[in-house]
């Protein structure tokens, strides 16, 4: 959730910079959870042909539509906190 709401906020980004905003997170569990919001269609991978090798990610409409979605949970979580 956390990869989603970075995306929304400075969307495009490339993967190193997706680990400079999230902080502690390994190349390898980084790189998992783009894959598999890339195959849920929550997010889109742009590939570059160029070298160095440059892909940027970014949230596709189905993503930005779960955004809003999540927004509202926070939004109730925090009414409803005990």
Request: charge should be positive; hydrophobic fraction near 35%; glycine fraction near 4%.
């Amino acid at each position: 959730m956390v990869i989603l709401y970075c995306l929304m906020e400075f969307q495009p980004v490339r993967f190193n910079e997706l680990q400079r905003y999230l902080k502690k997170i390994s190349d390898k569990t980084l790189s998992q959870n783009l894959k598999e919001l890339e195959k849920d269609g929550l997010i889109y991978r742009k590939v570059y042909s160029q070298i160095p090798p440059k892909v940027e990610y970014s949230l596709s409409e189905r993503g930005s539509s779960l955004m809003k979605v999540l927004d509202e949970m926070c939004i109730w979580g925090e009414k409803n906190r005990v």
